[in-house]
């Protein structure tokens, strides 16, 4: 062969393609790792791009690869252990890898598959403000096809792995897969600890030649120029490298741009959808959705953000402070000190403010809300524990947090203010929704928290008297001697202008800004304090309701004798399904709610006794079955906006029930149409031809007019709810003359019922005459016991 080392790459992968449809999981690996520790860089950079797309599978979804989001060491022990092992940080796949980075290659992606805002801003010719996109673009040749980034090795293997989470869709079967359980959930977080450490350094790569580093990737010249929009990053340690070329350098400056490449491609693929632009156009109702993300997707970010607060809180409390920057700091604390307000706080804050806007009211929206509290609360993730509360229970969160919340003001602000406005609108009687709730009043409750926060609502709205002098020092970087300090304004000015920036940043200049401790969002706190009123209150009828309906069930019942309650005063919900320990927990998760609400906005139970009030959500004489909220008009009632919400979530309804002559009541579901109409016509005939007699026996004062009257007679008007609360005194009574009624026998409960009987008696041996001879005594006995116990009570009454 003229020229060996280029067929053999061509074989290579055309063998271990066949070994893919021919050869076992296991064996399959055994093979790659022999491969991979055998050939050399140069044949190997062929079968790397084929490597990668057969685990992780294709981007456009067809190929799944090895199923890494479904693949749990509990189902499939064996097949885990061994991917777990080929892909961890320190394992076979990363060796290939580092050395193919070493080797210097390059590998094409397609713009087309990067997120929205990335693709469409790299199509119209302008370089993204992520440092991750800088010097990769390659345009085509003419009469090429689409627009690539020339990727490194270790990139190439990073969007393949991070874009997996997006474009691989879930099989059938994991839909009820565990996402923490599952290998890509686990592999996310063993290579953020693996290169985002929050003790030590930054392991080397595992390469064949020892101690020598890593090269970084080389800078590339695109094509076409680019004009670039926002600010332009370099990367914040491309100049360490870059100028770094002793063999005793630190080798965390040359190994540290993993951890920078890492972290720039998990935040670029997974928040990266929505650019601020496209925010605020889909602030319009018109808008349409670009990109939707799943509950796991929402999960392996929150992962993401819990570490990322334990990685920059493993700072020392030295390398914190201001003063520190004066001093010679390695990469990685530079790093630590910047990966989360600068790589991650923007796109987090518009990918969160799209959730809350377009995320189902149902309870999974708990993955976002979690993720959400998350970031919110870096203490959480610190080394040190915060100072326990006087109580036992609220802990103080220490004035140390006070820059994070400030330059995060939004975050807090914005974000819970569209909290509100979702929690006024979901049914606050599911524990649940209850629960969400609960979680963020406490978190928002912690002593010091809602300081902190007026304290930046403060700084952002003094007035700007100093800010337009320094406008150009907000980017710049000057070198902090003492002569420029002395001449820097007071400092919490400066805290004005950075909470200022962060704002403006997020929102726009022209943003309107509504202050989360002003009186349109205590109006909203007001509405929802109600509302949890209201849940309570509704928690507490429907768990009466229950009980009463229990203890009133009749022995009949059993058989089937007595139907169902056709007028229930309350929808089905998950309380009906979970029971009375659900309807518990929903009380208690809404009465700390409501505690911790008013300790936030200082609500005193004066303000709630004279809200309730004025609500209308004061118990009626019985304590239950409230009317919706409504006015009186001219023609009736009329519902207001919150009694409309009321009905709509199952809160309260009206008591509509049939108010008419019972036989002539609409034929229901569990009766039989013909037969309804049938016994209809049989008991008019008889009522019309014996009417005089049934009269005259009702009329009598002994026991047999009693036992009429019990079976002709029917409650008049009188004893039954009125069709309208209002005007409860114009409706008279209209009693009606004894009559027979044998509608029940058309219901499906009483044939059914009288069929079962009869066959239990068949399997005792007793005919169907004397059966039924039987079940006749038996029915009078019970009619005469409650003939007698229903004129005892008439005589109480009187």
Known sequence: MAFPHLQQPSFLLASLKADAINKPFAQRCQDLVKVIEDFP?????????????????????????????????????????????????????????????????????????????????????????SPLYHNKVQFPPTGGLGLNLALNPFEYYMFFFALSLITQ???????????????????????????LPTEGSVLPPLSSSPGGPSPSPAPRTPAMPFASYGLHHTSLLKRHISHQTSVNADPASHEIWRSETLLQVFVEMW?????????????????????????????VVRLLIKHLHAFSNSLKPEQVSPSAHSHATSPLEEFKRAAVPRFVQQKLYLFLQHCFGHWP?????????????????????????????????????????????????????????????????????????????????KVFAQPNLAEMIQKGEQL?????????????????????????????????????????????????????????????????????????????????????????????????????LCLSDTNSSYPANDLDDMGQDSIRKTDEYLEKALEYLCQMFRLSEAQLAQLTLAMGTTQDENGKKQLPDCIVGEDGLILTPLGRYQI????????????????????????????????????????????????????????LGSFCRYHLMEPGLAD???????????????????????????SYRTLLSLLLAFFVASLLRIGPLPFALLLVLGYFLYAAAMTLLTEQGKLHQL
């Open 271 to 299: 928040l990266h959808h929505y650019s601020l632009e496209m925010y605020q156009k889909m602030q319009s109702p018109h808008a349409k959705e670009s990109f939707t993300p799943t509950e796991e997707h929402v999960l």
């Open 720 to 746: 039954k709810h009125l069709l309208s609360p209002v005007g409860q005194g114009r409706v008279a009574s209209r009693a009606r003359g004894p009559r027979l009624s044998l509608r029940f026998l058309g």
């Open 648 to 703: 709509i979530n199952g809160l309260r309804k009206f008591d509509i029930e049939y108010q008419g002559d019972s036989e002539l009541q609409p034929i229901r579901s569990y009766e039989i149409a013909s037969l309804v109409r049938l016994l209809f016509r049989l008991s008019s005939t008889i009522n019309h031809r014996f009417a005089g007699q049934m009269r005259a026996l009702c009329s009598r004062a002994d026991f």
């Open 460 to 560: 952002f709205l003094e007035p700007e008297l100093v800010i337009a002098h320094r406008q150009h020092r907000l980017f710049s970087a000057p070198t902090l001697t003492g002569s420029f300090l002395s001449s820097w304004p007071p400092a919490v000015t400066d805290t004005s202008f950075k909470v200022k920036s962060h704002v403006y940043s997020l929102e726009g200049q022209d943003c309107k800004y509504t202050p989360m401790f002003g009186p349109e969002v205590r109006t909203l706190v007001l509405r929802l304090a109600q509302l949890i009123t209201q849940a309570k209150q509704t928690a507490k009828s429907i768990s009466d309701q229950c009980g009463e309906s229990t203890a009133s069930r009749p022995f009949l019942s059993w058989l089937g």
């Open 361 to 441: 009211l149902d309870a999974s929206f708990r993955a976002v809300l979690e993720m959400w509290l998350s970031y919110l609360q870096p203490w959480r993730y610190a080394p040190e524990k915060q100072p326990q509360g006087s109580d036992g229970q609220a802990r103080c969160v220490s004035e140390r947090w006070a820059p994070f919340v400030q330059e995060n003001l939004l975050l807090y602000t914005k974000l819970f203010v569209g909290f509100l406005s979702r929690a006024l609108r979901t049914d606050l009687v599911s524990p649940k929704n209850a629960l969400m709730v609960f979680r963020v009043a």
């Open 169 to 195: 869709k879930p099989l059938p079967g994991a839909l009820h897969v565990r996402t923490s359980d599952c290998a890509y959930f686990i592999l996310v977080d063993r290579y953020l600890s693996w290169f």
């Open 41 to 129: 860089a140069k044949e190997l950079h062929a079968i790397f791009p084929w490597l990668v797309e057969s685990i992780f599978g294709s981007l456009d979804g067809v190929l799944i690869g090895w199923n890494l989001r479904s693949l749990q060491g509990r189902v499939s022990p064996v097949e885990y252990s061994i991917a777990m092992e080929f892909l961890d940080p320190g394992g076979p796949m990363m060796k290939l890898v580092y050395k193919l980075q070493a080797e210097d290659y390059k590998f094409d992606f397609p713009v087309s598959y990067l997120p929205g805002p990335v693709k469409a801003s790299i199509q119209e010719h302008v370089v993204p403000d």
